[in-house]
């Protein structure tokens, strides 16, 4: 590990299409801790969902990664290998900024274990996430799309920026956008995780009445943010107050990239 750290190569938080989509912005990155911070706006609304709570975890899969990105050696890269985050509560929609944390927990050669939170301007909590990473060999590291790309119109929400269609109950299909990319130019982690929740709701037919408490997903491969990704939903559980959902993505010729556990709970009166 100390020889590990000792080489460790200098990394430059890479600005891409899903940060933009979120209005990301680092603040402080080293090889135990990162910050970032976001806006909250009217865009994390949505008619199913309520709010897009999945929408944070593209900062907390950056916050969490980049922790380990920071104690990399040189010709390698971590890639998510799954995330887990808990919704404590509804993100703001009022412009204000939220602050993003990410913690080493554990690092070696092979990759690393980080944990995070995302806090509102008054300290309570809003989203806890884990992420387990491995490192894979790559020729460059990151650099995002060398365009500058702008944070969508205030007025557009995240699920008309994404694409994201219904096909059919439990079935929602998410059209090629520089919003989903990270800077592989991949589908960023955390653009997967609001695809499984809109899938979710979409399942349950979700009018605003729940919410997501939880998403597990595990990345088995890697999605192009140039293709089309559908996301399918099957009901795993449904009870008077809560529902778990089972959602795989999968890329245009059906090979799945991630699959992940959904848990959401109705609002209470």
């Given at each position: 590990?100390?020889?590990?750290?000792?080489?460790?190569?200098?990394t430059?938080?890479?600005?891409?299409?899903?940060?933009?989509?979120?209005?990301?912005?680092?603040?402080?990155?080293?090889?135990?801790?990162?910050?970032?911070?976001?806006?909250?706006?009217?865009?994390?609304?949505?008619?199913?969902?309520?709010?897009?709570r999945s929408?944070?975890?593209?900062?907390l899969?950056?916050?969490?990664?980049y922790?380990?990105?920071?104690?990399?050696?040189e010709?390698?890269?971590?890639?998510?290998?799954?995330?887990?985050?808990?919704?404590?509560?509804?993100?703001?929609?009022?412009?204000?900024t939220?602050?993003?944390t990410?913690?080493?927990?554990?690092?070696?050669?092979r990759?690393?274990?980080?944990?995070?939170?995302?806090?509102?301007?008054?300290g309570?909590?809003?989203?806890?996430?884990?992420?387990?990473?491995?490192?894979?060999p790559?020729?460059?590291?990151?650099?995002?799309?060398?365009?500058v790309?702008?944070?969508?119109?205030?007025?557009?929400?995240?699920?008309?920026?994404?694409?994201?269609?219904?096909?059919?109950?439990?079935i929602?299909?998410?059209?090629?956008?520089?919003?989903?990319a990270?800077?592989?130019?991949?589908?960023?982690?955390?653009?997967?995780?609001?695809?499984?929740e809109f899938?979710?709701?979409?399942?349950?037919?979700?009018?605003g009445?729940?919410?997501?408490?939880?998403?597990?997903?595990?990345?088995?491969?890697?999605?192009?943010?140039?293709?089309?990704?559908?996301?399918?939903?099957?009901?795993?559980?449904?009870?008077?107050?809560?529902?778990?959902?089972?959602?795989?993505?999968?890329?245009?010729?059906?090979?799945?990239?991630?699959?992940?556990?959904?848990?959401?709970?109705?609002?209470?009166?």
């Amino acid at each position: 590990m100390h020889d590990q750290l000792m080489d460790a190569q200098p990394t430059e938080f890479v600005i891409s299409g899903a940060e933009s989509l979120l209005r990301v912005r680092p603040v402080s990155l080293s090889v135990e801790r990162a910050e970032l911070s976001i806006i909250a706006g009217e865009w994390l609304r949505d008619p199913a969902a309520g709010y897009v709570r999945s929408a944070m975890g593209v900062p907390l899969d950056d916050v969490t990664g980049y922790v380990i990105a920071a104690g990399r050696t040189e010709g390698w890269w971590p890639v998510s290998l799954g995330i887990r985050v808990d919704f404590v509560a509804d993100p703001p929609s009022d412009g204000s900024t939220l602050s993003v944390t990410g913690d080493l927990v554990a690092r070696d050669t092979r990759g690393g274990t980080t944990r995070g939170s995302v806090v509102d301007m008054s300290g309570s909590a809003v989203a806890l996430v884990t992420q387990r990473s491995h490192f894979v060999p790559v020729q460059d590291v990151p650099t995002g799309d060398p365009r500058v790309i702008s944070p969508p119109d205030d007025s557009v929400t995240v699920r008309e920026a994404l694409g994201i269609s219904e096909v059919s109950k439990g079935i929602i299909s998410m059209a090629p956008t520089e919003y989903a990319a990270n800077g592989m130019h991949n589908l960023h982690g955390g653009v997967l995780i609001i695809g499984a929740e809109f899938a979710a709701m979409s399942a349950v037919e979700a009018d605003g009445d729940l919410r997501t408490t939880s998403i597990d997903i595990a990345y088995v491969r890697p999605g192009d943010a140039a293709d089309t990704t559908t996301f399918r939903a099957d009901v795993v559980h449904r009870g008077r107050s809560l529902a778990v959902v089972r959602v795989s993505a999968a890329n245009s010729l059906g090979k799945p990239c991630a699959l992940a556990t959904v848990v959401v709970q109705k609002v209470c009166e």
